[in-house]
């Protein structure tokens, strides 16, 4: 359960931290699954895919791509795949693993439908909410990249937008190790404009799709239109088990870390199954079946 003022916080900033979401038990638990799937990563049975960041320069997806909404699939960081080799340690190579870990997986599984989130999601508005995109971030030791800001309404659009994502610290997140950082309000005044989406078959990728401006039915705080939001980007320091929760349309990024600690957090977002998920988003499930129930 969130309270009251965590609740009108994320209405107004679009971002709230819920401290001590998970205990050190639970953060451990976490933390030893994600060592385990790390020491199983064999590049040779990998086609070494890296993780397309928010840059639209960048933007990219293949077919293992695609393929990963219900598996523990491996994304590496860029600069470790040079001439097709690569050119670091396997397990610092990853950039994140997912993007179903809540299907796959029974540790990841029992976090993200444990009743804690299910009543968090309540409590947002949700009345049918459906699970989707989870992962595990590492944001390596001095190469874990930057994420530009963005909005995630964009890569998981529904209509109306409905997007929340669920992001839990395994490790103190700081501004040296690459914290979250987001605009404040930025969800009240800036509308999902674009979408990215799969290119229609035969081909195999992705394109970025400018959209009529559309704004998401949860929860604001007065009106969308006429407040002002903060200018300044804000950052989230958070010690580790804490959750954030960030609404899909706030915009909001995270750094390069370029210290000698990691940065791992598991992340999974939510959508409202009783507004439209059309074949166009980039995640599927396999054989058009539905998202999973929260």
Not at 40 to 66: G, M, R, V, W
Not at 202 to 218: A, H, K, N, Q
Request: net charge negative.
């Amino acid at each position: 359960m969130i309270s009251t003022a965590q609740l009108e916080s994320f209405a107004q900033d679009g971002c709230v931290v819920i401290e001590n979401f998970l205990d050190p038990a639970e953060v451990a638990t976490l933390r030893r699954r994600i060592a385990t799937l790390l020491s199983e990563f064999n590049p040779a049975e990998h086609p070494l895919t890296l993780f397309p960041t928010a840059n639209d320069s960048q933007l990219s997806a293949d077919q293992y791509f695609f393929d990963s909404s219900t598996k523990a699939s491996y994304f590496l960081e860029h600069d470790t795949v040079v001439n097709g080799q690569l050119v670091v340690e396997p397990a610092k190579a990853v950039n994140k693993i997912g993007h179903g870990l809540h299907i796959v997986d029974p540790v990841f599984q029992q976090i993200t439908h444990s009743r804690r989130t299910q009543e968090i999601a309540q409590q947002l508005g949700f009345r049918d909410p459906r699970a989707l995109q989870s992962m595990v971030i590492c944001k390596q030791p001095a190469i874990g990249g930057a994420v530009p800001m963005h909005q995630d309404s964009t890569f998981l659009f529904t209509d109306p937008p409905s997007a929340c994502g669920f992001w839990i610290a395994l490790e103190d997140c700081t501004l040296t190790n690459g914290c979250l950082h987001f605009v404040p309000g930025s969800h009240r005044s800036t509308p999902v404009t674009r979408r990215w989406i799969r290119k229609p078959a035969p081909e195999v990728g992705t394109e970025m799709v400018d959209i009529e401006p559309t704004f998401s039915l949860y929860p604001f705080k007065g009106s969308k239109e006429s407040e002002l939001i903060e200018p300044k980007e804000r950052a989230v320091e958070v010690a580790a088990g804490s959750l954030v929760l960030i609404h899909g349309q706030v915009l909001h990024r995270s750094s390069h870390n370029y210290s000698s600690e990691s940065r791992w957090i598991y992340t999974f977002h939510i959508v409202e199954g009783s507004h439209s998920y059309d074949d166009r988003n980039w995640l599927q499930m396999p054989g058009k079946a539905p998202l999973t129930k929260l």
